[in-house]
């Protein structure tokens, strides 16, 4: 387990990748309640640009965590980003303005970004949040602000949380019992994200001087539309970037139509789950090594990628792989333009009446499981706010480091984005 020391002294906010739409369940099968937010209604006009700035931001970060890190990488920036623009709704002054930048926030700031993100939520809860994760894929998400007993929050920031984001008050005592306080959400959100995510805050995260914790989880479970046969899989090599082989389980799969492009030294596949609506693209250079791939992976190409797939016969061959990678992204964000938002210069005055907010440091955790049947992903995060103290078709056999992308096809929205390096691997190098 890492340690969440640097998790928002005042504010976590756990992120899974989307935000809780009306009547969504507060755990994983049950049923709607009666204190759940009433939500404002989608604005299915705010759709387009909404998917804009999340690519954009899934770009940033993506590209941050992965010049840094050696070895498979796994991430989910529209959880990161829905911890942040819950966080933004209590921002002011520079410290908003920084964040609107590195959220890519549309115009008019914040409104256009709440309202977005908010149709986009309550879209992908109508079509994935019922599903079986057989015959269509099962997507559950969930919001909660956690205040210190006893703190002032702004009216028009806790009805934000409460009409974009479904976010409900849960008191808790930090300073009383800060310990219980972090279970409770610990077992909150491994709850939403069926045990996948069982600490996310570590024994260090929550003290007696936290203020508030907004938390939200994504589950997804997600079965292919065309199964690998598991009898077919077999050891073959996979190549390393740095020239090294190793054999892994590789899963082949029939002949069957799916998306298929090509671009400037990659060429990719888009392999759908049942129902066809999600999908995980996956990119393979065909020059160069990986590197260079994700050198360029900016809004542009994802929009691009993403958009830009043509329905071929493709004879797959894919590894079997788990991954689980914890981050602190308190030096990548500010690196990204918010370092306001972590110092004592930070302007959080429309969040509470306390005074001298900032944000600690944002944790972020994700889990993917890859095999015959389909995909189990998972994540959270968190934003800690404290006072500043084949034939006929192309054969695509992955065979060597990819990047892959786990996204809605309706509305172009990126939900998962990592990369395997060494499907043995299931943690970080």
């Known amino acids: 387990m890492v340690s969440r020391r640097s998790v928002l002294r005042a504010?976590?906010?756990?992120?899974?990748?989307?935000?809780a739409a009306p009547g969504h369940p507060s755990r994983l099968g049950g049923a709607p309640t009666s204190t759940d937010p009433v939500r404002v209604p989608p604005d299915p006009?705010?759709?387009?640009?909404?998917?804009?700035?999340?690519?954009?931001?899934?770009?940033?970060?993506?590209?941050?965590?992965?010049?840094?890190?050696?070895?498979?990488?796994?991430?989910a920036p529209y959880s990161v980003g829905l911890a942040l623009a819950m966080t933004r709704a209590g921002a002011g002054s520079t410290t908003a303005d920084e964040m609107d930048a590195v959220l890519h926030s549309p115009h008019p700031r914040p409104g256009a970004l709440d309202n977005g993100l908010n149709t986009v939520d309550q879209m992908l809860a109508d079509r994935y949040q019922d599903g079986d994760g057989t015959k269509r894929p099962r997507l559950t998400t969930a919001n909660a602000l956690w205040p210190r007993l006893g703190l002032g929050l702004r009216a028009g920031f806790r009805d934000t949380l409460a009409g974009y984001y479904g976010a409900a008050p849960h008191p808790v005592d930090f300073r009383g019992a800060p310990e219980a306080a972090r279970q409770e959400i610990n077992t909150w959100v491994s709850d939403r994200t069926n045990a996948k995510i069982p600490e996310l805050l570590g024994s260090d995260a929550v003290s007696p001087d936290t203020s508030l914790i907004l938390t939200n989880t994504i589950y997804l479970m997600a079965?292919?539309?065309?199964?690998?046969?598991?009898?077919?899989?077999?050891?073959?090599?996979?190549?390393?970037?740095?020239?090294?082989?190793?054999?892994?389980?590789?899963?082949?799969?029939?002949?069957?139509?799916?998306?298929?492009?090509?671009?400037?030294?990659?060429?990719?596949?888009?392999?759908?789950?049942?129902?066809?609506?999600?999908?995980?693209?996956?990119v393979l250079p065909t020059r160069g090594d990986?590197?260079?791939?994700e050198a360029g992976l900016d809004a542009a190409w994802l929009g691009a990628l993403l958009t830009g797939f043509r329905f071929t016969d493709v004879q797959l061959r894919l590894p079997r792989w788990t991954t689980r990678l914890p981050a602190e992204l308190k030096a990548a964000l500010s690196g990204l333009g918010m370092p306001t938002a972590f110092s004592s210069r930070a302007d959080f005055t429309a969040m509470s009446t306390e005074p001298a907010l900032c944000i600690d440091d944002v944790v972020h955790e994700t889990f993917i499981a890859v095999d015959e049947k389909g995909t189990e992903a998972a994540a959270a995060s968190a934003v800690i706010i404290?006072?500043?103290?084949?034939?006929?078709?192309?054969?695509?056999?992955?065979?060597?480091?990819?990047?892959?992308?786990?996204?809605?096809r309706l509305t172009g929205v990126p939900l998962f984005l990592g990369r395997v390096h060494d499907p043995l691997v299931t943690g970080p190098a």
């Open 45 to 75: 006009a705010t759709v387009q640009a909404a998917a804009t700035a999340v690519r954009g931001f899934t770009a940033d970060l993506y590209r941050t965590l992965a010049s840094t890190r050696a070895g498979n990488v796994v991430c």
């Open 11 to 19: 504010v976590p906010l756990a992120a899974a990748a989307l935000t």
């Open 290 to 293: 990986l590197a260079t791939v």
């Open 223 to 282: 079965a292919w539309r065309y199964p690998f046969t598991a009898r077919l899989t077999a050891a073959e090599p996979f190549t390393r970037d740095d020239g090294s082989v190793v054999d892994v389980p590789m899963m082949r799969g029939p002949f069957d139509p799916m998306g298929y492009q090509e671009g400037d030294g990659w060429r990719a596949v888009d392999v759908p789950y049942a129902g066809s609506d999600l999908a995980m693209a996956i």
């Open 386 to 408: 404290r006072p500043p103290s084949i034939p006929q078709g192309p054969q695509f056999f992955v065979n060597r480091p990819f990047v892959y992308v786990i996204h809605d």
